[in-house]
């Protein structure tokens, strides 16, 4: 009679009573996973973030960092935003980070600007501007740099790692590349900047603004009627990308600079520069694969060390199905495998299913 191949694997697990109890361990871990799966709630639904609107959950947005200066006779003040690139470096904008370590402070997993309970409040031991931006010029290009904190953040369900496309700048780009289709919807930009034009004090809560993208060509015929300097200005050779909002009358604003532009789920820019809030004038971001080039160069083998580091980045690449797959794979294993290899199987399947658990 013919056999198929599952049915000799089952006659193997009749005969070996301790194969059959890894088969329900795994299949328990599978099931754990699986679950796991439908309970992490979806950073990526930007759907609450619709023009101008507050953000009340921050696991919509949970690599983003109030950065606070310190200001004579006021204290520690909101003044920039960031994201976290890894739970110990903090991106952002160049221009927000003139000052030594001491004059900054991050703050991640609150959206109260005035709670100071709510969040993770770290100081910096490091700050490292891109080398090109110490003069930083009128067009606001090499608007780079980041913090590096002297204790790392804790990652929890509101404090998390940015989603990020690649960490090789070629391969950013072109995954970059359709996200950024003109006038598609699904970018947008968080933070407490000021909430009018002309305002001067930060929002109290969290922002966001859906902001739509459009090409460096429209950029400059815009920004050339404006301002001269632009006329000939080539946004995207100095990798600067530009977005207004779907009725011209929104957009992010002083306070928002440093902060996460993100598309689908994925932070794609930070936000740089724009003139007048709430008009038609676009925002301006600089996309990362830029920053990638230097940070893969500079910064990334004495900066990027430790093994949380690494697992959060490797978990963010891997999708779910590839997940699923190596699980199957895993699995499997242990169907053909003998007594040892199937414990060590089985423990490895765990650590990878925990960590996706615990994600
Ligand atoms: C922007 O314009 C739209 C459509 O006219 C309007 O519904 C919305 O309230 C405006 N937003 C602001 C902040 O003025």
């Known amino acids: ?8 694997t089952m006659q193997r697990f009749r005969n070996n009573p301790f194969v059959l109890f890894v088969m329900i361990r795994a299949l328990f871990i599978l099931t754990l996973w699986i679950i796991g799966i439908d309970c992490i709630p979806k950073s990526q639904d930007d759907s609450k973030v619709v023009g101008g609107y507050y953000i009340r959950d921050i696991s919509i947005v949970p690599w983003i960092v109030s950065i606070r200066k310190f200001f004579e006779g006021e204290g520690f003040a909101h003044d920039c935003g960031g994201s976290l690139l890894t739970l110990e470096i903090v991106l952002t904008a ?89 006038r598609t919807s699904n ?25 739509y993208p459009i090409t460096g060509e429209q950029c400059r015929n815009i920004y050339g009627k404006k301002r001269k300097r632009f006329r000939y200005f080539d946004f995207d050779k100095v990798h600067q990308q530009c977005g207004v909002s779907r009725y011209l009358n929104e957009s992010d604003c002083i306070g928002d600079s440093g902060g996460p532009f993100t598309c689908k ?3 794609v820019a930070v936000v740089s520069y724009g003139f007048e809030c709430g008009t038609p004038t676009p925002s301006v971001y600089v996309t990362l694969p830029y920053f990638l080039e230097w940070y893969q160069k500079k910064l990334k ?16 690449r891997v999708g ?40």
Not at 1 to 8: F, G, I, L, T, V
Request: aromatic content about 10%; proline content about 3%.
């Open 94 to 182: 160049c221009h927000c980070l003139q000052g030594g370590v001491r004059d900054f402070e991050f703050v991640a997993g609150s959206v109260d600007l005035e709670n100071k309970k709510a969040g993770q409040v770290r100081s910096a031991k490091r700050i490292i501007v891109h080398p090109e931006c110490v003069d930083l010029d009128e067009e606001g290009t090499f608007d780079v740099g980041v913090a590096i904190m002297k204790k790392s953040f804790q990652k929890t369900k509101f404090v998390k790692t940015m989603n990020i496309l690649s960490w090789n700048p070629k391969e950013f780009e072109s995954k970059m590349r359709p996200l950024l289709k003109s």
């Open 301 to 316: 083998s004495k900066y990027h060390g430790t093994s949380s580091v690494r697992r959060t980045s490797q978990a963010a």
């Open 265 to 267: 789920g994925y932070t």
């Open 320 to 359: 779910p199905f590839k997940n699923l797959c190596l699980s199957g794979v895993l699995f499997l294993t242990e169907l053909v495998s003998h007594r040892t290899s199937s414990f060590i199987v089985t423990f490895l399947s765990f650590v990878l299913v925990a960590s996706q658990w615990l994600s």
């Open 187 to 211: 970018c947008f930009v968080a933070g407490w900047g000021v909430v009018r034009n002309g305002g001067n004090s930060a929002s109290r809560y969290l922002k966001g603004v859906r902001m």
């Open 1 to 8: 009679m013919h056999r198929s191949p599952w049915c000799s």
